[in-house]
């Protein structure tokens, strides 16, 4: 009972963590569009989601 106890938990933080994400990449879908009306351009590449970038 234990085990499903702690498992049910981590779904909840699982799922709270997936509702952030989701909101972060909406915000970041909205912050691409307003640099895009701004700049005029159809298409700017930000690599938001770019996880191979060499620092």
């Not at 952030?20 to 159809?42: C, F, M, P, W, Y």
């Amino acid at each position: 009972m234990s085990i499903q106890r702690e498992r049910d938990a981590m779904e909840r933080l699982w799922k709270a963590r997936e509702k952030q994400l989701e909101k972060v990449l909406l915000n970041a879908t909205h912050i691409r569009g307003s640099i895009d009306g701004i700049s005029g351009l159809e298409n700017v590449d930000l690599n938001l989601l770019d996880y191979d970038d060499p620092v």
